[in-house]
């Protein structure tokens, strides 16, 4: 009886000491991809087109592939035209899953076409 007494006193004090709290840590590595922003019209989304070169199946040349992506961009601050990166996420809608990271280079605009 005394050993059991002993291991319960044992047991408690190790439960007693402070527990280190852990670092929370991104799961695996996070894809980002570069492109260029080919719609703003919805509300805090946009849509980035993409491009990649990949090798033909059968031949090895490499073809130019696009896909376009739509993003969250909480304070939509890109527009039409400007390069921009952006890094993959949880699904936050049917089709959204990516994040705007940040604009890369925003779109030139002319003012010569603006009547003043």
């Known amino acids: 009886m005394a050993t059991k007494a002993k291991a319960k006193k044992a047991t ?3 439960s007693s000491a402070p527990r280190k709290i852990a670092e929370i840590k991104p799961r695996g590595r996070t894809q980002d991809v570069t492109g260029e922003v080919i719609s703003d019209k919805m ?4 849509s980035v087109l993409i491009f990649r070169r990949v090798p033909h199946p059968q031949y090895g040349k490499y073809v130019k592939k696009t896909s ?3 993003a969250h961009d ?3 601050e890109a527009k039409i035209g400007d390069v ?3 890094e993959m996420c949880r699904p936050l809608s049917k089709t959204k899953r990516w994040k705007l990271m940040e604009i890369v280079q925003k779109a030139r605009t002319d003012l010569t076409e603006v009547n003043v």
Do not use: D, Y
């Open 12 to 14: 408690a004090a190790k």
């Open 43 to 46: 509300n805090k989304t946009i």
């Open 74 to 76: 909480e304070k939509n």
């Open 84 to 86: 921009v990166r952006i």
């Open 68 to 70: 376009v992506f739509k």
